[in-house]
Structure formats: structure tokens, C-alpha cells
């Protein structure tokens, strides 16, 4: 931990104490159950994860009519997935994916606070909730993703999207050279969650 | 809305991993969260009323000059939407019906085979 993310102990206990006191006192009043927030952690960390991300976006760089149909309505391409998504409520409606493609590069970001794509993604990694990172990504985009290592080419255009309530952006990043002939498991496994965000790029096959 | 000046603009180590999984600095954040999206997905609160309050608690300290507010901790906001959303709803106080034993959702007429269990889920 930086001192910048450090996190002041006393503050810590107080939150860690308020937290507990709130969940007891639900569980006691029979508004949630002793292990219902349990379950939905356990639904979240196993099915609500960045692997079905990876597999759309797969899939939309083997499938051009799917890729299309992602650009124009994310809900039905998903929906064609058979992906765990659920939980509707928390997040899950809106998913729109924006695609790269030579002289684009999509950013998402979230200048209100933390509309994350979860069912596609999981969790936002701690920095993109920072409220200077949201500030100056926005501000900055092209200077942040310098700093964040994403080659950028000088001609490339980048394109800000702000997550809100109803749009969850997600983005398809572009597949990368030397990838002819892998299965869609294979092109999976190198999309990695920054790549998602927009704030990386797929990675690079490894050479056999 | 001050913001400290880019100079000061570091990333958290976390931005060069790949993260696969949720993952919080600590347990009680892990805590809050659940909470948060179970309450919603149980129907006691639409996701949205948790996301106002969340924006306005972020809100509040974004707009509070810098030598006047706590360092930014994320959850401390999450944590405060958290109790307001519940405090909104009246969760805690008696009376509280919850939201599958509302007669708002006209169910066929059975007899309880028995008493339901208190938030059994």
C-alpha cells in the first residue's frame, strides 16, 4: 500500500465495527438472513467475473455479424452467450460494448462514482473508483493512458465513455496480430480486464 | 471541486494487474458490498436509491475542500450511502414488512404450510 491508498487503522476499525453492527442488526431484525450476504458474495465471486467478458469479446473477434450485433445491441449478442449473468439489479441491464478498431481507442470511466459493467467485468479495480484518476481521465484521457503504458498513435482518436445508470460501457478491444488460427478459449485467455476498460490493450500471443 | 493537481497523480499498484476476481483491501469493505447488492437484489431497495445515496456521499466529499475532509476511502462512502439507503427504507424500525411478505404482489391464496423463516434465504 501506498501512503496515497494507506488507510488510517483507527478509521479502518470504525468502518470494519459499523459494517458488523449493520449486518447483525438486519440479520436480528429478519430483514436478510445469517448467511444471505454470503450467498450473493459468493454468487458475485464466482459468476459475476471478467471471464465472461473475455469470452465476448472472443467471440466478437471470430464472429463479425456477432461483433455487429454487439456494436448495436450489446443485450441480444450477450444474451446469444449463455453467460451467468443475473442479478439484473445490481448493475447487470445497460451493458454497452464499444468496439476498437484501427484509429479508435474507447476509454470508460465513471465520473459519478462506480457504474461498473460487474456482470461482464467483476469488480472496478481499486484506481478506477480514485477520484483523481476519474478527474483526469476525463480531463486528460490521452496523457493518462501515456502514463498507464497503451501505445497510442498520434492519429488515433480516443473516445471517453461515462458510465452511468443507464450505460455500462465495456470495450472490445482490438484483436492482436498473430492470433489467425486460435480458438476462441485461446483468444480468451489474452483479454485481459484493463483491455476492457480501455485502459490497456489485449495481450500478445505468447510465440509456441 | 478541488482535486489535488496532477502532479500528485499516482496510480494504485493494482492498475498494472489483471484482476480476475473482486478483491477489497479489507473484509469489512467484502461486507459492505454484499450487503449493499443483497439487500437490492432481495428487493428491499432498487439498486438505483443505493446508487443516489452513494453519489451524494461522494458528492459531499468531493465538494469539501481538500484541508477540510478525510483522505479519500471509497468504502467509508460506500458505508454511509449504505446505512442512508436502510435509514430511507426503515429497515431497522419496527413494522418493517419485507418485500415477499407485502401484499403488494397478489400471490394465489395457499395455506402456509409453515411459518416462513425470517429472511430465509
Redesign the interface.
Known amino acids: 500500500m501506498t501512503a496515497q491508498f494507506g488507510y488510517p487503522e483507527d478509521r479502518e476499525q470504525r468502518s470494519a465495527a459499523q459494517v458488523r453492527a449493520l449486518e447483525a442488526l438486519l440479520i436480528e431484525k429478519g430483514v436478510i438472513g445469517s448467511g444471505t450476504v454470503d450467498k450473493v458474495l459468493g454468487y458475485f465471486e464466482s459468476e459475476m467475473t471478467p471471464v465472461n467478458g473475455q469470452k465476448i469479446v472472443a467471440r466478437a473477434w471470430t464472429d463479425p455479424a456477432f461483433a455487429q450485433l454487439l456494436a448495436t445491441d450489446t443485450p441480444a449478442a450477450v444474451a446469444e452467450l449463455d453467460l451467468p449473468l443475473g442479478m439484473a439489479g445490481a448493475e447487470g441491464e445497460h451493458l454497452a460494448a464499444v468496439l476498437n478498431e484501427p484509429g479508435v481507442h474507447n476509454l470508460v470511466i465513471c465520473t459519478l462514482c462506480s457504474c461498473f459493467p460487474w456482470p461482464v467485468l467483476g469488480l472496478p479495480p481499486y484506481w478506477y473508483k480514485d477520484p483523481v484518476f476519474r478527474a483526469r481521465a476525463a480531463r486528460e484521457p490521452r496523457a493518462v493512458l501515456g502514463e498507464l503504458g497503451v501505445p497510442l498513435d498520434p492519429d488515433t482518436e480516443v473516445r471517453v465513455w461515462d458510465a452511468s445508470g443507464h450505460s455500462r460501457w465495456f470495450v472490445v478491444p482490438e484483436r492482436p496480430a498473430g492470433t489467425d488460427g486460435m480458438s476462441e478459449a485461446e483468444l480468451a485467455a489474452l483479454v485481459t480486464t484493463e483491455s476492457m476498460i480501455g485502459v490497456g490493450l489485449a495481450d500478445a500471443p505468447t510465440p509456441a | 471541486?478541488s482535486?489535488?493537481e496532477?502532479a500528485?497523480?499516482?496510480?494504485?499498484?493494482?492498475?498494472?494487474?489483471?484482476?480476475?476476481?473482486?478483491?477489497f483491501?479489507?473484509?469489512?469493505q467484502?461486507?459492505?458490498?454484499?450487503?449493499a447488492?443483497?439487500?437490492?437484489?432481495?428487493g428491499?431497495y432498487?439498486?438505483?436509491d443505493f446508487?443516489r445515496e452513494?453519489?451524494t456521499a461522494?458528492g459531499g466529499w468531493?465538494e469539501t475542500p481538500v484541508d477540510a475532509r478525510?483522505?479519500?476511502?471509497?468504502?467509508?462512502?460506500w458505508?454511509a450511502a449504505?446505512?442512508q439507503v436502510?435509514a430511507r427504507h426503515g429497515?431497522?424500525e419496527d413494522g418493517?414488512v419485507?418485500p415477499e411478505d407485502r401484499d403488494e404482489h397478489p400471490e394465489p391464496v395457499a395455506e402456509p404450510a409453515s411459518p416462513a423463516?425470517?429472511?430465509?434465504?
Do not use: K
Not at chain 2, 30 to 35: D, E, I
Not at chain 2, 70 to 77: L, S
Open positions: 471541486m482535486e489535488p496532477p500528485d497523480f499516482r496510480l494504485h499498484p493494482s492498475c498494472v494487474t489483471d484482476l480476475n476476481r473482486p478483491r483491501d479489507a473484509d469489512w467484502r461486507r459492505a458490498f454484499g450487503l447488492v443483497a439487500l437490492s437484489e432481495f428491499h432498487p439498486w438505483q446508487q452513494l453519489i461522494i468531493e478525510d483522505r479519500w476511502e471509497y468504502y467509508e462512502h458505508v449504505l446505512h436502510v429497515m431497522l418493517y419485507n423463516p425470517a429472511g430465509g434465504r
